[in-house]
Every structure is written in structure tokens, then in C-alpha cells.
């Protein structure tokens, strides 16, 4: 069994900084694409940032330049390094990882910008 397991999430101030972590465990054969997902207060699922077993980055425009997505093969993990936050940043961030050829979800952390 997959399990996506993450952490790191919390209430910053507008322009402070977080870090989002998420580790994969279980009986994993080959991950391809991780990534973050995040919903905001009364909104649709949107995609932050992904990457690629290659390091190959994909970033919403929104985050672009403040958020940086980073991977540990070794260890089946995936960060998620947030500056410069804003308040509309505030939401639930989801792992997201293609395992053994199957869509796995962490269980979502959320993450709160005050102004």
C-alpha cells in the first residue's frame, strides 16, 4: 500500500516564508511526476508546481518566482519552498505523485497567510 504522507504546513504573516515536505512509502516500484495542488476558500483544485524524476519544473503563473519545487529520488520525497507569501496563497496544499503508474494524494495541509 502507497501512502503520501506531508508536513511543514501552518500560519505565516504576508511576505514570510514555509516549506512543505512530502515523503511516499510503501511498495513503490518507479514514481514519474510529483507535485503540489492547492485549494483556496470557496475555489476549484488548482496545480502550484510539479516536477519530473528528470528535475523538469512546471509553476502556476501565480507562484512563479516565489515557490520552489524541489525532489529527492532517494528518498521519494518532494518539498515545496514557499516565499514571499501572500494572503491569497492561503489554502490546503496536496502531494500529489504518480506511483507504479497510479495518481496517489497525500492527505492536504493547510497553509494561512494573515495579513
Known amino acids: 500500500q502507497v501512502q503520501l504522507v506531508e508536513s511543514g504546513g501552518g500560519l505565516v504573516q504576508a511576505g514570510g516564508s514555509l516549506r512543505l515536505s512530502c515523503t511516499a512509502s510503501?511498495?513503490?516500484?518507479?514514481?514519474?511526476?510529483m507535485g503540489w495542488y492547492r485549494q483556496g476558500p470557496g475555489k476549484q483544485r488548482e496545480l502550484v508546481a510539479t516536477?519530473?524524476?528528470?528535475?523538469?519544473?512546471i509553476y502556476a503563473d501565480a507562484v512563479k518566482g516565489r515557490f520552489t519545487i524541489s525532489r529527492d529520488n532517494a528518498k521519494n520525497t518532494v518539498s515545496l519552498q514557499m516565499n514571499s507569501l501572500k494572503p491569497e496563497d492561503t489554502a490546503v496544499y496536496s502531494c500529489?505523485?504518480?506511483?507504479?503508474?497510479?495518481?496517489?494524494w497525500g492527505q492536504g495541509t493547510q497553509v494561512t497567510v494573515s495579513t
Open positions: 516536477i519530473t524524476s528528470g528535475g523538469t519544473t
Open positions: 510503501g511498495t513503490i516500484y518507479r514514481i514519474t511526476t
Open positions: 500529489n505523485a504518480r506511483i507504479n503508474l497510479y495518481d496517489y
